[in-house]
């Protein structure tokens, strides 16, 4: 039993400051808080599995995950095909514009503009993507044939495509250069799976959608401790929590940013103790949910990260 501490906020506080204050609080400035302690340790602890969901990219998330995988607090990335979708664009020179959600969305189809909540992306973008992976395509198609391995697993696919950006900012370049692997189980549901279902109308781009699952087991078997930071949910998250379905633990730590709840019976709200019936998270594993934005959460968790690296 411990008493509700009352925080004192001064001027010029620093984030890891503030969540130390509010490591005696209620609510979500208390979760939040652990979250920073279970982060912190996760990442001098355990093989780190970090899972983003949710459009994170166009909402001006990149640099962040560029700068955890700079510093080395993420061992595995999963995520969609949209947020790579979007990291591409970025790194094609094309950019998110912030935008206003209540504008009428026939009018911006009429100019050439979609909507992501209050994000616009010009058609522009998405033209010059598309010419760059066909491109990209092609010369995976070229320099494979005849080659011992013919057929690419996604992870690879995805490294293939990294290699090629000049962008240093760029999350799949940033996971190339390091030896990150990225995941992106439903690669399909994204302009780059149209992409490719589109260029092998004529073409033969071969990719095995099973192989990644013995790499990404494979790093979890090996691992001493394992732990997850998922942001949203969906196929990311699953995918890494079912890893430890065929390893004998489950995750040791497990942070999840959310707003989804788990009364509807979805996967982006399930309570990471549900997760614990299937086996997917130890029954001794550090948890923790913070149900906000995590546009807000993630970059305050980061902050506070840092700082605690640097000491």
């Known amino acids: 039993m411990r ?4 925080i004192n906020v001064e001027a010029d ?11 005696g609080c209620a609510f979500g400035l208390g979760r939040l808080s652990y979250a920073a302690d279970v982060l912190y340790e996760m990442v001098n602890e355990a093989t780190v599995f970090m899972g983003l969901a949710g459009a994170m990219v166009p909402a001006g998330m ?3 995950i560029v700068e955890l995988m700079r510093k080395r607090c993420i061992d595995v990335f999963v995520t969609t095909g949209a947020n790579l979708v979007h990291d ?7 950019h998110h514009i912030k935008g206003i959600y209540t504008e009428s969305d026939v009018e911006l189809r009429t100019k050439g503009i979609s909507r992501i ?7 522009e973008a998405f033209e010059s993507l598309e010419k760059w992976l066909l491109m990209r395509y092609a010369e995976i198609v070229e320099e494979v044939i005849g080659s011992a391995s013919p057929t690419l697993s996604i992870s ?3 490294s293939y495509l990294g290699s090629k950006i000049n962008d240093r900012n760029s999350i799949l370049r940033t996971a190339y250069d390091l030896e990150i692997p990225v995941f992106c189980p439903a690669i399909q549901d994204s ?7 589109l260029f092998n109308q004529t073409k033969n781009l071969k990719v095995d959608v099973f192989s990644d699952m013995d790499s990404i087991i494979e790093i979890a078997y090996k691992s001493e401790k394992n732990g997850a930071f998922v942001i949203g949910g969906g196929v990311p998250k699953n995918f890494i929590l079912q890893t430890m379905l065929v390893t004998p633990n489950g995750f040791d730590y497990v942070i999840q940013l959310t707003m989804d709840r788990p009364e509807t019976g979805g996967l982006s709200g399930a309570t990471l103790e549900e997760a614990q019936s299937w086996g997917k998270v130890s029954e001794d594993a550090k948890t923790v949910t913070v149900y906000s934005d995590a546009t807000i959460t993630l970059p305050i968790l980061v902050a506070s990260l840092f700082t605690r690296l640097k000491r």
């Open 13 to 23: 506080i620093q984030i890891d400051e503030l969540l130390k204050k509010g490591e």
């Open 156 to 158: 690879e696919l995805l």
């Open 62 to 64: 990149r640099k962040i």
């Open 117 to 123: 909540y209050d994000v616009y992306v010009q058609d």
């Open 3 to 6: 008493k509700i501490e009352h």
């Open 191 to 197: 302009i780059l799976g149209l992409h490719a279902w």
């Open 88 to 94: 591409l664009i970025e790194a094609l020179g094309h």
